[in-house]
Nanobody, 123 residues
Framework: QVQLVESGGGLVQAGGSLLLSCVAS????????MGWFRQAPGKEREFVAA?????????NYADSVKGRFAISRDNGKNTLYLRMNSLKPEDTAVYYC???????????????WGQGTQVTVPS
């Protein structure tokens, strides 16, 4: 099974940008749909973005990040990315990557999870 490790989080001022990465072990990365979720303190984990495993790599975004975040994947490098622009204090959360069969907005539909990376945007 695939193992996922996120990186790229940190402290960034409002309006700034970050690039999150998620490296997958194993040789089956291309067979998974991939997604990003986030969990803010005291809140439930929520869907951020997802990208399909094929068929033109269709993407889906939460309304709160649409137009600011971009998800992409490089199957040759077994890596998933999340480019985050125009960051806001409400984007502060632990960001998790996930692997699964479908690009669902429900976390229960995803099979494998990384350990998370912290993103902090001070107000």
């Amino acid at each position: 099974q695939v193992q996922l490790v996120e990186s790229g989080g940190g402290l960034v001022q409002a309006g700034g940008s970050l690039l999150l990465s998620c490296v997958a072990s194993g040789r089956t990365f291309s067979s998974y749909s991939m997604g990003w979720f986030r969990q803010a303190p005291g809140k439930e984990r929520e869907f951020v973005a997802a990208i399909s495993r094929g068929g033109g790599y269709g993407t889906n975004y939460a309304d709160s990040v649409k137009g600011r975040f971009a998800i992409s994947r490089d199957n040759g490098k077994n890596t998933l990315y999340l480019r985050m622009n125009s960051l806001k204090p409400e984007d502060t959360a632990v960001y998790y990557c996930a692997a699964g069969s479908w690009t669902s907005t429900s976390q229960s539909a995803w099979d494998r999870w990384g350990q998370g990376t912290q993103v902090t945007v001070p107000s």
